[in-house]
């Protein structure tokens, strides 16, 4: 039995434990279907014991963290909160001052979203790369500068050491473990029975390109990136965008790249691949997939998806199609 161990605090963010929890416990449901023993005991832990709230008011009954057997703890993942609860969890003396004893004693030890910020202030994560809600990354990386924070992934795995992004995040890194741990077909029955719509590789960016422009694009931009995502299969370069935006060329590239971050050829490229990865993970063809999102022939997806996530587009279908 591995024993999966939640530390919670007062006003702590529910779903950061309970989504995680119920991976793990619906892996023990498929386990049980095969007709094989459970794997795995979830246990909630918090400094002092007793009951904690979240953030949402729901209350949860935990151990203390003292009588903790550490020697026995598969997996220690400290969850995340806001910035208040956060900094009160952060200068608890109790939780400091037990913690690394027993995290330095599990076999897998991390966070889910800003309980990243916990682990780096007791020195836990230095020399690592994490990751954290994108709301946090940078403060994380500055505050914490021996600690390599990724500000795209949406879990990070390094050695032992498990990271993820914000609140949903934290349920595909429990099902990449699930996967660690027994095999991604168990993977794949938890993930189809909490009704995800895919299993997210660690890679995968926090933000859609589409989600991510249109909360930085003004105006008119905001409804040109809108077109963009339903016309991936055309023509989709400057003068072709500019001409749309009423916009010379030479202005339209600026005021794009000033609203965006990005290039207007780099953010076709993002949004085309992101599709992409979509259709992949859907079973589709390479050579239907890039055709769909403007990438033919399928040369062309195949170079432009290894440049940017260092794996085949067809080693990627193959990977999650089933999942």
Not at 192 to 206: D, E, N
Request: glycine fraction near 8%; hydrophobic fraction near 50%.
């Amino acid at each position: 039995m591995r024993r999966i161990v939640f530390i919670v605090y007062p006003g702590f963010e529910l779903l950061d434990m309970s989504g995680p929890a119920s991976v793990f416990n619906g892996a023990n449901r498929a386990l049980t279907a095969r007709g094989e023993p459970s794997c795995y005991g979830v246990e909630l832990v918090s400094a002092d014991g007793g009951p904690v709230a979240s953030s949402s008011g729901v209350v949860v009954q935990t151990r203390s963290l003292g009588d903790l057997e550490a020697q026995a703890v598969d997996t220690l993942l400290v969850v995340g909160a806001e910035r208040e609860p956060l900094l009160q969890a952060m200068r608890h003396a109790a939780l400091s001052e037990a913690l690394p004893a027993k995290a330095g004693k599990a076999r897998r030890l991390g966070s889910v979203c800003t309980g990243a910020f916990i682990l780096a202030a007791l020195g836990l994560l230095d020399g690592h790369r994490v990751a954290t809600h994108w709301d946090g990354c940078a403060l994380l990386s500055q505050a914490f500068p021996a600690l390599n924070v990724d500000a795209d992934a949406l879990y990070v795995k390094d050695g032992g050491y498990w990271t993820s992004a914000g609140v949903t995040a934290g349920i595909d890194m429990a099902l990449a473990m699930v996967a660690s741990d027994l095999d991604a077909a168990i993977a794949a029955e938890v993930a189809k029975r909490l009704v995800l719509y895919a299993r997210r590789p660690g890679h995968q960016s926090q933000f859609s390109p589409l989600l991510q422009a249109q909360a930085k694009a003004d105006s008119p931009f905001a409804d040109l990136i809108g077109w963009i995502q339903a016309h991936l299969d055309v023509r989709l370069d400057v003068p072709t965008l500019s001409e749309r935006a009423g916009l010379s060329a030479r202005t339209f590239h600026r005021k794009f790249v000033a609203a965006t971050g990005e290039t207007p050829a780099r953010f076709v490229e993002t949004a085309r691949l992101d599709a992409a990865r979509l259709l992949l993970a859907r079973g589709v063809s390479l050579k239907s997939v890039a055709a769909q999102v403007g990438l033919f022939p399928a040369a062309r997806l195949n170079e432009a998806f290894e440049r940017r996530f260092g794996i085949s587009p067809r080693l990627f279908r193959d990977m999650h199609a089933s999942l």
